[in-house]
């Protein structure tokens, strides 16, 4: 891991991989490089940290080669360093980039060892190129080389390979971690995600596992596995540049932020009518499968594992079927217990999320009744190979902490909910009912998001903790963990959410005046529960912060030192959706007033394509 992007064109390109790889910064990354061919000799420049100190070194000692290959490095073999940072060369013959893991990196390294190698990094990928010279020291052929290397290798991994023998040819290989072509005139270019290559083409073919492309000036060799020639589809991709630029706002997660409401209606939009869902939104055959369905399986990672968590209340209150939510790396790695007429459903914000993806994967060879990506990039992974899938229309998001992508997965689920549950327990007046509070859902969102400078002064009480509790109860004890996570990711402010009823179970042991506590209180069914958890919290000297919909909580004593934000009243089962916002910014503006890195927090990237 963790950003590729190449090039084979008839100029100079060294400032074009530059530019690609400032678009991929948002995925995370400690080292940057570069290599190019220039006059039949290998280039190559690397450095530890941002690629601006790349572009300085570049600046300092000009690349002139018209093929290439960079590389920005999220360490998971070796520390980050100069030695340990993309790409690597073999007898200043051969470079090569990759995303991935090796995982027989160290069987394959004695092997090269005994056969004369000498290694520099203390990296998995090394072993790739000389095992790659080895290859072609024995068949002198480029291509042959790159199919015998990866025929010994064993995991996951992206590949991008050029060589002094071949000064206009780039090889891409992708087996379980994401590799696009981007198709020029008379240029053409390897990314690991389409937006690196936006400034240079909006034709995209995505490499499908097992492919080996063997890319020049002017043509575009893909074959499968066994080196036979395969076709593979041309994608238009249409984004606005301006979607990938910050405009007036300081970092990406507080533009994200603020474009909810826009991002909400567009995943509504064409999908919704007046009273009833727009049929088929879910492809064709989900007509014939929803009446089916018993039992609906959740699986996801991270942040879209908490909208699995909250979707779970929905399809068991709405559809009345039963419904199960699991972390995908646990999902594939245990014997599972099939329910019957069991509708699988993965969710990734990226579409390439390397255990939701092999959970999917696992979920196509089980008695499923059908499998649904619900994602947000068009082409990627999950959505060519689930049998079903659902586009949340977020727009794109870069900031590693997801926002406007997590709401959108919500809104996602709820229409699903509500079309499963139209076929199988049809209720025209309560769909009817919750599609008219859906539809006001952009508005309150904004309205939500006007109340930013008063969570920006709530923030300025977080800067010296060290330690954070939230609290929710029902649909929204899922959103309580979501404030956590976000509070984790960006501050590194430890936090934890918990049901509020397990209060005096545990947690309450952590309360004094040195632990916030945020609770989301919205007048419900559960909101004297609620009163009384945040009582005992009060006793105990604890500091709160409520979010709540109910005026009389404010004006009432026993919360006079409390600090309450009023929330626009929504349908209890659409809360999630607004509780968020709040906690979103909450995070966001306690991390500047701690000056971390915002848009890339330490240790993050924003794809996991390994596991």
Same mark, same amino acid.
């Given at each position: 891991m963790c950003g590729i992007v190449g090039a084979v064109a008839k100029r100079p390109i060294a400032m074009l991989l530059i530019d690609g790889l400032k678009k991929l910064e948002y995925r995370g990354y400690d080292s940057a490089g570069i290599a190019v061919v220039d006059n039949q000799q290998l280039e190559r420049l690397r450095v530890v940290g941002k690629v601006r100190e790349l572009e300085r070194v570049l600046g300092d000692h000009p690349l002139m080669g018209h093929t290439g290959i960079a590389h920005t490095r999220w360490a998971t073999?070796?520390? *980050?360093?100069?030695?340990?940072?993309?790409?690597?060369?073999?007898?200043?013959?051969?470079?090569?980039?990759?995303?991935?893991?090796?995982?027989?990196?160290?069987?394959?390294?004695?092997?090269?060892?005994?056969?004369?190698?000498?290694?520099?990094?203390?990296?998995?990928?090394?072993?790739?190129?000389?095992?790659?010279?080895?290859?072609?020291?024995e068949s002198h052929d480029l291509l042959k080389s790159v199919h015998a290397t990866v025929a010994e290798l064993e995991g996951a991994y992206s590949l991008g390979i050029i060589s002094k023998y071949d000064t206009h040819r780039l090889i891409a290989v992708r087996q379980g971690s994401p590799l696009v072509i981007g198709k020029g005139l008379g240029e053409n270019f390897i990314a690991s995600d389409p937006l690196a290559l936006l400034s240079v083409t909006q034709q995209f073919i995505y490499l499908e596992d097992n492919d080996f492309a063997d890319i020049s000036l002017d043509t575009i060799a893909i074959y499968n596995g066994n080196l036979q020639p395969v076709t593979r589809s041309v994608h238009q991709l249409a984004i606005n540049l301006d979607a990938i630029e910050r405009g007036e706002y300081r970092h990406y997660m507080k533009k994200e932020i603020m474009e909810q409401a826009k991002a909400i209606t567009a995943c509504l939009e064409d999908r919704i009518t007046k009273n009833a869902i727009a049929p088929a939104i879910f492809g064709l055959s989900a007509e014939e499968i929803f009446p089916q369905v018993e039992h609906v399986q959740l699986v996801a990672c991270g942040t879209s594992y908490h909208a699995a968590m909250v979707a779970r209340y929905w399809f068991e209150s709405l559809a009345k079927v039963s419904c199960s939510v699991e972390i995908a790396s646990e999902f594939r790695y245990r014997n599972i217990a099939q329910s019957k007429n069991s509708l699988f459903v993965t969710l990734s914000q990226s579409g390439e999320t390397a255990d939701t993806l092999a959970?999917?994967?696992?979920?196509?060879?089980?008695?499923?009744?059908?499998?649904?990506?619900?994602?947000?990039?068009?082409?990627?992974?999950?959505?060519?190979?689930?049998?079903?899938?659902?586009?949340?229309?977020?727009?794109?998001?870069?900031?590693?902490?997801?926002?406007?992508?997590?709401?959108?997965q919500l809104v996602s689920l709820f229409l699903l909910a509500l079309s499963i549950s139209h076929k199988r327990n049809h209720q025209p007046q309560v769909e009817a009912e919750l599609i008219q509070h859906l539809q006001q859902i952009p508005a309150l969102t904004q309205e939500v998001l006007l109340q930013d400078n008063m969570i920006s002064q709530w923030a300025k009480a977080f800067t010296d903790k060290h330690h954070a509790l939230f609290l929710g109860r029902g649909v929204l004890f899922p959103i309580a963990l979501e404030g956590a996570l976000k509070m984790k990711e960006i501050s590194y402010i430890h936090?934890?959410?918990?049901?509020?009823?397990?209060?005096?179970?545990?947690?309450?042991?952590?309360?004094?005046?040195?632990? *916030?506590?945020?609770?989301?209180?919205?007048?419900?069914?559960?909101?004297?529960?609620?009163l009384s958890n945040?009582?005992?919290?009060?006793?105990?000297?604890?500091?709160?912060y409520v979010l709540t919909d109910e005026k009389r909580l404010a004006s009432q004593d026993a919360f006079a030192n409390a600090d309450i934000l009023m929330m626009p009243t929504v349908h209890p089962l659409?809360? *999630?959706?607004?509780?968020?916002?709040?906690?979103?910014?909450?995070?966001?503006?306690?991390?500047?007033?701690?000056?971390?890195?915002?848009d890339q927090p330490r240790n993050l990237a924003k794809s996991v394509t390994v596991e």
């Open positions: 073999h070796g520390a *980050p360093s100069e030695k340990n940072a993309h790409p690597f060369v073999s007898h200043d013959e051969f470079a090569l980039v990759h995303n991935g893991i090796i995982e027989n990196h160290a069987t394959l390294r004695d092997k090269l060892v005994k056969a004369g190698y000498h290694f520099h990094s203390d990296t998995d990928t090394e072993v790739v190129v000389h095992l790659l010279h080895h290859h072609y020291s959970a999917l994967r696992l979920a196509k060879k089980m008695d499923f009744l059908s499998t649904i990506a619900i994602c947000n990039v068009a082409g990627s992974s999950m959505t060519r190979e689930a049998e079903l899938y659902f586009l949340t229309r977020a727009g794109v998001e870069i900031g590693v902490a997801s926002t406007k992508a997590f709401v959108t936090a934890e959410g918990y049901p509020a009823g397990e209060l005096k179970h545990g947690p309450l042991a952590l309360v004094d005046e040195n632990m *916030p506590v945020i609770a989301l209180a919205p007048n419900d069914n559960l909101l004297e529960k609620n945040l009582q005992e919290v009060r006793a105990r000297g604890g500091k709160l659409l809360s *999630p959706i607004l509780y968020t916002i709040p906690l979103q910014l909450l995070a966001y503006h306690v991390a500047v007033f701690k000056g971390t890195d915002v």
